[in-house]
Nanobody, 120 residues
Framework: QVQLVESGGGLVQAGGSLRLSCAGSGRNFSNYAMGWFRQAPGKERVLVSYISWIDGSTYYADSVKGRFTISRDNAKNTVYLQMNSLKPEDTAVYYC?????????????WGQGTQVTVSS
């Protein structure tokens, strides 16, 4: 069974940091694009960041640029999202996604999500 399992969410004060992890199993994700989405209460799910498997290039939403860093460890089949200088508006459920081509709204695999809450 192919799975993506997120971890690392939690409650943090504004200005703090968290590192999310997304561990893949059941498949080698080294040749998959990997990404992070988030969904705040009452809002649609939006793309936060992704990393290409081809050349390691990255994308960040403007709202997180300069504060979040995506990385991957293919040996561990894991992708990370380092989140610094967190703001209350970063509060959301964060989802990991994987796709054989590129990250879009529709991806091959999704994780179950991890809650991130930033208090002011």
């Amino acid at each position: 069974q192919v799975q993506l399992v997120e971890s690392g969410g939690g409650l943090v004060q504004a200005g703090g940091s968290l590192r999310l992890s997304c561990a893949g199993s059941g498949r080698n994700f080294s040749n998959y694009a990997m990404g992070w989405f988030r969904q705040a209460p009452g809002k649609e799910r939006v793309l936060v960041s992704y990393i290409s498997w081809i050349d390691g290039s990255t994308y960040y939403a403007d709202s997180v640029k300069g504060r979040f860093t995506i990385s991957r460890d293919n040996a561990k089949n894991t992708v990370y999202l380092q989140m610094n200088s967190l703001k209350p508006e970063d509060t959301a459920v964060y989802y990991c996604a994987a796709d054989r081509t590129t990250i879009t709204r529709v991806n091959d695999y999704w994780g179950q999500g991890t809650q991130v809450t930033v208090s002011s």
